[in-house]
């Protein structure tokens, strides 16, 4: 099954329609950067022919593509290059300016940005020349301020995540140490730091109570650009595994609110709920304390699905973006959540609302229709002139990370070393966290149909299951734990013998260098999620697989579908026939086919990295603020009745029409 391309599918579903955006695929739909942005007619149409005409024409056009329209405040945030481009139309313009219409009053909007960036340049002028004459009486080297150039000042990113990408942990002496945390997140902005100036806030994993240790560990933080989120231990039991894991995550990953059969467990979860939206306004508080004029914040996860709005309510032109990092499900499954409009209203303050996949957008867009009853379009959601845009946009990896691991002496002595081990078999890959969502009973069902169904291969191929614990303290994940380990002991007692086994199954986290080993010699990599927002596994074994050419067992219901699914091989998880199948046509494909697909998802990988999502992202989010400046200024303002009525009384002649 390969999925059909985004362009192809913008005006298909039965849940509405929207654009994706994207890094650089040309399946990908995103709105042009340098799109012409919408300027006011001149009333004064002579006088703008002839203005117009020549250099100021040429100025107009560059101004509209900096989409720097939003108010004359924001010409003072020009990057270096905007500035000179501007400055050099301005001093061809200031001419056609002063040659006849001295005298005339502009009434376009460019024509006085144009005037206010010559006032600008002049003052920067006068200054330059008098700093320079200043310095050469000291006889001093020249400065940057001799040329006239302005320092450039990068845009600020405030990152708001549940977790803060450095972990804390107390030293032996009692001193605080910083690890750096783990996550695809943290890897999918490390590079965003080249081209914007980076502020994380969250919760830095650890418990202190108010004292000299927590100023301690702040001022520690603060130095590696990170505001923490002090929450105590109950805050963390109802907000953290409360709201977000025990509700919100479990409903967008299709699993039903488990019945609340007493009374005191509804109240529980109206303590949940409370302890969400006071963990947000902590949050909220931090943002806006640090907060600074033309700061992007950018917030992630269902943990922080209130944010936006309580930011917008203290900085109503605050850039605001959310994105998703799960899946967001059907409208029919979303509208089971007791607060499901307060979310929903919530999310749609923000400017921009992004995405893993079309999919996931087009059922919030949907649910935004069915339960507000507003009006969803290809671009978004829309509520009486107030316009929030939603897209899709898949996440990567750091591609560069994995393979430039692959070439250090320690992973070729692993991949020697497991080369030596598995010599004879076929290797089959699979690493999850030990989930509910991530299909591992199924996978081994499967792996279980095609050794009953294809005795050959019984003493000729081993998988390798990687699963990672997590949740260890939750009764659900207790009982996946004992039914998996229960399969895998039927399985090896049924299919192995004295000298081998069929399952090498593994309750532990490899270390990196030792997973990249296994990724490159691994011939079938099994990816069997239920509901997956994306699935990274599926990149990093890609990434790892440019000599070995493996092959890549995709469920359909993974993000990564959408985007590794022309490569890859798709499978219904729950098909147990379809699984076995699935298997047997990856052990047995042809080498020219292996190394095509490969190639395939290879170049995907490596075009849509993490940064590039990260940065497309972040453009998108500055052009959308500045659209939706324009928007609100074509909508006429609202009319108060005293306005007009008490002019009207005062007027010695009234008219009134009746249309």
Not at 198 to 217: C, N
Not at 557 to 579: E, H, I, K, R, Y
Not at 614 to 623: C, G, K, M, R, Y
Request: hydrophobic fraction near 40%.
């Amino acid at each position: 099954m390969t999925p059909q391309p985004y362009s192809s599918r913008l005006s298909s579903g039965s849940e509405g329609n929207f654009r994706t955006a994207r890094a650089s695929d040309p399946h990908l739909r995103v709105a042009d950067p340098a799109r012409k942005l919408p300027t006011r007619e001149n009333s004064a149409s002579n006088n703008t022919v002839s203005i117009e005409s020549g250099p100021l024409k040429e100025l107009r056009r560059q101004l509209e593509s900096l989409s720097t329209l939003g108010s004359s405040d924001t010409l003072g945030d020009l990057s270096t290059n905007a500035a000179a481009a501007a400055a050099a139309a301005a001093a061809a313009v200031e001419a056609a300016l002063d040659g006849g219409n001295t005298g005339r009053d502009t009434s376009t909007r460019v024509e006085r940005l144009l005037q206010e960036r010559q006032r600008y340049m002049q003052r920067v002028k006068s200054v330059t020349l008098l700093t320079a004459a200043t310095d050469d009486d000291d006889d001093t080297c020249p400065s940057e301020e001799h040329s006239g150039e302005q320092p450039q000042v990068r845009q600020r990113i405030i990152i708001a995540a549940n977790r803060l990408p450095i972990s804390a942990q107390r030293k032996p002496d009692g001193k605080w140490g910083l690890n750096q945390s783990a996550g695809g997140l943290v890897s999918a902005l490390s590079g965003v730091g080249n081209n914007y100036e980076m502020l994380w806030v969250g919760w830095p994993g650890v418990f202190v109570e108010e004292g000299p240790d927590r100023d301690a560990l702040t001022q520690l933080l603060r130095r590696r650009g990170c505001l923490p989120i002090y929450l105590s231990r109950s805050e963390v039991d109802l907000y953290y595994n409360g709201y977000c894991n025990n509700i919100l995550w479990p409903l967008f990953h299709y699993v039903p609110l488990s019945f609340e059969s007493k009374l005191s467990e509804t109240k529980n979860m109206g303590l949940q709920w409370s302890a969400y939206q006071e963990a947000n306004e902590l949050f909220a508080r931090v943002i806006l304390n640090a907060y600074q004029h033309g700061d992007v914040v950018w917030c992630h996860d269902y943990h922080l699905m209130l944010l936006p709005s309580k930011l917008k309510e203290e900085h109503p032109n605050m850039k605001v973006g959310w994105f998703l990092h799960t899946p967001f499900p059907s409208s029919e499954i979303y509208r089971m959540l007791p607060v499901r409009e307060e979310l929903l209203l919530s999310v749609l303050s923000a400017d921009l609302v992004g995405f893993h996949t079309y999919d996931y957008a087009r059922h919030f867009v949907s649910a935004c229709s069915r339960i507000l009853g507003f009006e969803g379009t290809p671009e978004g959601v829309e509520d009486n002139g107030n316009f929030t845009r939603v897209a899709a946009f898949p996440i990567g990896i750091d591609p560069g990370r994995f393979t430039q691991a692959l070439e250090t002496e320690r992973v070729q002595a692993h991949i020697h070393e497991l080369r030596q081990r598995f010599q004879g078999r076929k290797v089959m890959l699979g690493v999850d966290r030990l989930d509910m969502i991530k299909g591992i009973p199924q996978k081994l069902l499967g792996f279980e149909k095609f050794l009953s169904e294809h005795p050959e291969w019984r003493d000729r191929v081993l998988l390798v299951q990687i699963a990672v614990p997590t949740r260890t303290d939750v009764p659900e994940y207790q009982r996946l734990t004992s039914q998996v380990h229960e399969i895998v002991g039927r399985i090896n007692g049924r299919f192995g013998t004295l000298g081998s086994v069929p399952i090498q199954h593994l309750d532990c986290s490899l270390a990196f260098t030792e997973l990249c080993a296994l990724y490159a010699v691994t011939d079938v990599c099994l990816v069997t999620s239920l509901r997956d927002g994306m699935n990274l596994v599926s990149y990093e074994f890609v990434s790892c697989q440019s000599k070995n050419a493996g092959v890549l067992v995709l469920s359909e219901f993974a993000g990564a579908a959408q985007s590794l699914g022309a490569g890859a091989l798709l499978v219904n998880p729950w098909n147990v026939n379809d699984m076995a199948a699935a298997i047997e046509d990856a052990l047995t494909m042809p080498d020219a086919e292996r190394r095509e697909r490969q190639q395939q998802n290879f170049t995907h990988v490596t075009i849509h990295t993490a940064q590039a999502w990260a940065d497309t992202f972040v453009s998108e989010l500055n052009d959308t603020h500045v659209e939706a400046e324009l928007r609100r200024k074509r909508i006429p303002p609202q009319l108060f009745p005293l306005s007009v009525v008490e002019p009207f009384v005062a007027a010695r002649h009234r008219l009134i029409i009746l249309v």
